[in-house]
Antibody, heavy 122, light 108 residues
C-alpha cells in the first residue's frame, strides 16, 4: 500500500523552530519528488515547497511566504522527507501535509499523508 | 505565479443532481497539468482527476474533468450523498504550484 505518514507537529512559540518528518512506504521514494502543503483551519490549501529526486539534483523550491525560513530535505535511505521550519510566525499555524509529486510517469500530487498540526502561539 | 479562481464558492444541490465547478487560470496551464481534489472534514485531499480529464484509480465515472488552457471544469453527473465535500483545482505545470480557493458542495 502506498502511504505517507507525517509526524513532528506540535505547539511552538513565535520565533521558534520545528522539524516535520514524512515517512513513505509502498513506492520508490528515491525516484519521487516530495511536496509539503499546508492548510490553516477553515482555509484552503497552500503549497509550501518541494524537493526533487537525486536524478533531478535534489532541487528545491519554496513558496514566497516561507522562503528563507523553511528548508526541505530528504533521506532516501530512510524513505523520509523533512520540513525544517525556523522563525515561525502565528500565520504558519496549520495542518501540514506531505504529498508525492513528480515521478518518472506522474507529476500530480498523490498520495497525501494524513497531516500533522503545527500551532505557533505563546 | 498562476492564480486559479474557482466558481462558485459554494454550491447547494440535492442528491441525484448534476454539479459543475469551474476553475479559471490567469495564464495557460502547461500541458493541461490540472488536477482536482476532494476533501472531507478532518481528511487529507483525495486525488480525483489529473491531466485535466483523466480519472485517478478507483474514482467513479460520475466524476468528469474537462477543459484546457485557462478554463477547466469538474462535473459530477449524479450526486451521491458521499460527494458533498470541498473541491480544489490545482495546477502542477509550473514550479510555483498553486491551488484554487476551493468550492464547497453542500446538501440543499
Amino acid at each position: 500500500e502506498v502511504q505517507l505518514v507525517e509526524s513532528g507537529g506540535g505547539l511552538v512559540q513565535p520565533g521558534g523552530s520545528l522539524k516535520l518528518s514524512c515517512a513513505a512506504s509502498g513506492f520508490t521514494f528515491s525516484g519521487s519528488a516530495m511536496h509539503w502543503v499546508r492548510q490553516a483551519s477553515g482555509k484552503g490549501l497552500e503549497w509550501v515547497g518541494r524537493i526533487r529526486s537525486k536524478a533531478n539534483s535534489y532541487a528545491t523550491a519554496y513558496a514566497a511566504s516561507v522562503k528563507g525560513r523553511f528548508t526541505i530535505s530528504r533521506d532516501d535511505s530512510k524513505n523520509t522527507a523533512y520540513l525544517q521550519m525556523n522563525s515561525l510566525r502565528a500565520e504558519d499555524t496549520a495542518v501540514y501535509y506531505c504529498a508525492r509529486g513528480e515521478t518518472t510517469v506522474t507529476n500530480w500530487f498523490d498520495p497525501w499523508g494524513q497531516g500533522t498540526l503545527v500551532t505557533v502561539s505563546s | 505565479e498562476i492564480v486559479l479562481t474557482q466558481s462558485p464558492g459554494t454550491l447547494s444541490l440535492s442528491p441525484g443532481e448534476r454539479a459543475t465547478v469551474s476553475c479559471r487560470a490567469t495564464q495557460s496551464v502547461s500541458r493541461n497539468s490540472l488536477a482536482w481534489y476532494q476533501q472531507k472534514p478532518g481528511q487529507a485531499p483525495r486525488l480525483l482527476i489529473y491531466g485535466a480529464s483523466s480519472r485517478a484509480t478507483g474514482i467513479p465515472d460520475r466524476f468528469i474533468g474537462g477543459g484546457s488552457g485557462t478554463d477547466f471544469t469538474l462535473t459530477i453527473s449524479r450526486l451521491e450523498p458521499e460527494d458533498f465535500a470541498v473541491y480544489y483545482c490545482h495546477q502542477y505545470g509550473s514550479s510555483l504550484y498553486t491551488f484554487g480557493q476551493g468550492t464547497k458542495l453542500e446538501i440543499k
